[in-house]
């Protein structure tokens, strides 16, 4: 008799991008519960970092508003895996380097543009998660979650104040 291994369960991975020195409790509300957390940068200040890491595991890159002592140690890239499934962060995606399928990568997650999306392009996961911060022009103010069970992944976005 041969023994299955037992699957994962699903991990959930919040997304969360320019929240430009706002916590909004609708945010941490939304994060609630999740495995880790993505910040795709733009945080401009330490205690956002604080804050959501009391919720989960952080994976953290530098946005172009990061500057001072604090953000020097942020890094501008960030790769990790979650199951069987490799993400790429980077704060804007024009600093997506070369083609992430040549790294394995299934998941790119960017900020930058302020605009939620998500898309596939030759099999990669591109999700920008918008912006949870200020409201920016018209702009809607959300965030993500990345569900991973095993190799697979799914991405969406929701709004978090009207």
Known sequence: ???????????????????????????????????AIIHAGDICNQAVLDALAQIAPLTVVRGNN????????LPTHATLTVQQVAILVVHDIADVRGDPRKDDIRVVVTGHSH?????????VLFVNPGSAGPRRFK??????IL????????????LLVQ
């Open 1 to 35: 008799m041969t023994s299955r291994a037992q699957a994962l369960p699903p991990s959930r991975i919040g997304l969360i991008s320019d929240t430009h020195n706002l916590v909004r409790p609708e945010a941490l509300d939304y994060l609630a519960g999740c495995d």
């Open 66 to 73: 990061d500057t001072g002592e604090w953000a020097a140690s």
């Open 115 to 123: 605009k939620p999306s998500i898309s596939e392009r030759d099999g």
């Open 139 to 144: 702009l809607p103010v959300s965030a993500g």
């Open 147 to 158: 569900t991973v069970e095993g190799a697979r992944v799914h991405a969406r976005f929701d």
